[in-house]
């Protein structure tokens, strides 16, 4: 099976038939898969498209689709119904023609003799319907096989549209289809840096590394960049990530695809430093980000989710003088839960985050988007303030990757092996 490659990049679509998918009443989580794995396998998706359970509609894009792409990948459709149209839409796309599958209708036979009505058996058999010239993937839960059909240009992959069944085809499709030498994309980790100055470092790093492909994506405070191998090959499109990373400076935390939690994570893990935190507008979000990663019981100790005053005082300890004179979301305040929470937990490193999330809440003085952090540890107690832009979402979210990106650059400034 040839690689499907042209101008050095590999070209992949990702059709998700199905009615249910089109009218929303079932949500697709195949194209999404489909596209991870390629990715991973080094094969860049294109397009990616939910079609009807149709098949004028299906043949007809399926015909488009194999013509302007070396890899066209489908789901859905493929099972023993009348409205299962995958198979018969392939062959007419393709101008190829059905052929029973000797090996698959014995595997069937089993399941049609569990059936009463007479036509069950013609319709269970259909899944043993191949595309001449087909490559068949054995079903290894359900009963329809999928099919790596060459076309004039490369690949047709068909795919059963459960999950379950559809994942151990993708995998061995894809290793027949890149033979195991895609190269799979670079993946970097920014924070707190604005997106255009992220691509721009990027792309100046990557004047000098043709054959090497941009995205950048952006969440709040948080930017991936993605590298992709457009003819560079693995060893210079890893020398072009760490041109990238060096251009990227300190916002870098990784080049391997991880969380900015899983780093505060690890770093603290090797470190043997455990973490606590004082949670007031990001509601347990910090700690949801720590615990989300495997293996977080070794450095997270826990989360005071300390929301009204009343729970700043006795929980944390907080002086009521100092919510009165200062608020609630002020230098003062931060710096005493975050004091208040490693005193009551015994953890190495404590953050605190009080902030003004909106819309409501605000004032001139201390404007929505207004937060306050404070690291404490043994060695003393910072903080540090920052006034956010964005909706009530925006603003916790930033917020919550600036206090990880905060716990970062504190276990990052001990020794490793010296808590
Ligand atoms: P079967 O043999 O089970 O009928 P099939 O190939 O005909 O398989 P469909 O009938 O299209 O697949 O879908 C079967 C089930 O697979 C759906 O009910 C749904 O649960 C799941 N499924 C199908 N497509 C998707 C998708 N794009 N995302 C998530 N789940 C999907």
């Keep these: 099976v040839g690689r499907p490659q042209r101008e050095g990049r590999p070209r992949a679509a990702i059709v998700l038939v199905g009615t249910e998918?089109?009218?929303?009443?079932?949500?697709?989580?195949n194209g999404e898969e489909v596209a991870r794995a390629l990715m991973a396998a080094g094969v860049r998706p294109s397009v990616r498209e939910v079609l009807p359970d149709d098949l004028e509609v299906v043949a007809e894009r399926l015909a488009e689709l194999t013509a302007a792409f070396e890899l066209v990948i489908v789901t859905g459709g493929l099972g023993p119904t009348h409205d299962d149209v995958t198979r018969d839409a392939a062959a007419r796309a393709l101008g190829r023609p059905l052929e029973r599958d000797a090996a698959i209708a014995a595997h069937?036979?089993?399941?049609v003799e569990r059936h009463r009505h007479p036509a069950a058996a013609e319709?269970?058999?259909?899944?043993?319907?191949?595309?001449?010239?087909?490559?068949?993937?054995?079903?290894?839960?359900g009963t329809a096989p999928g099919q790596l059909v060459p076309t004039s240009g490369g690949h047709l992959l068909l795919l059963p549209g459960p999950p379950h069944?559809?994942?151990?085809?993708?995998?061995?499709?894809?290793?027949?289809?890149?033979?195991?030498?895609?190269v799979p994309p670079r993946i970097l980790g920014c924070v707190d840096i604005p997106e255009s100055d992220g691509q721009l470092a990027a792309e100046s790093a990557l004047a000098e590394h043709p054959g090497v492909g941009l995205t950048v994506l952006a969440?709040?405070?948080?930017?991936?960049?993605?590298?992709?191998?457009?003819?560079?090959?693995?060893?210079?499109?890893d020398r072009a990530a760490e041109?990238?990373?060096?251009?990227?400076g300190d916002a870098c935390y990784a080049d391997d695809d991880s969380t900015l939690a899983e780093t505060v994570i690890r770093s603290a893990a090797g470190r043997r430093l455990t973490i606590a935190l004082a949670e007031s507008c990001t509601g347990g979000m910090i700690a949801t980000e720590l615990t989300t990663v495997s293996g977080a019981s070794a450095v997270f100790v826990g989360s005071a989710v300390t929301y009204a005053d009343s729970a700043k005082v006795r929980v944390l300890g907080v002086a009521e003088e100092t919510l009165r004179a200062h608020g609630a979301v002020s230098s003062q305040t931060a710096s005493e839960m975050a004091h208040g929470v490693r005193n009551l937990t015994g953890a190495d490193i404590a953050l605190a985050v009080t902030g003004i999330a909106g819309p409501a809440g605000g004032d001139a003085r201390k404007p929505v988007g207004t937060v306050w952090f404070a690291l404490d540890a043994a060695e003393g107690t910072s903080v540090t303030h920052r006034l956010f832009t964005g909706n009530r979402e925006v603003v916790r979210s930033r917020a919550t990757a600036v206090a990880l990106n905060l716990l970062r650059h504190e276990i990052d400034s001990r020794a490793v092996g010296d808590p």
């Design 21 to 29: 998918l089109v009218t929303g009443l079932q949500s697709d989580t």
């Design 108 to 111: 069937l036979k089993p399941v």
């Design 123 to 141: 319709q269970v058999m259909r899944q043993a319907d191949v595309l001449r010239g087909a490559r068949v993937l054995q079903p290894t839960t």
């Design 165 to 182: 069944e559809l994942r151990p085809m993708l995998t061995t499709a894809l290793d027949l289809l890149t033979a195991g030498e895609g």
């Design 219 to 237: 969440r709040p405070s948080l930017i991936t960049i993605v590298l992709f191998d457009e003819g560079a090959g693995p060893a210079r499109l």
């Design 243 to 248: 041109d990238v990373v060096s251009a990227l």
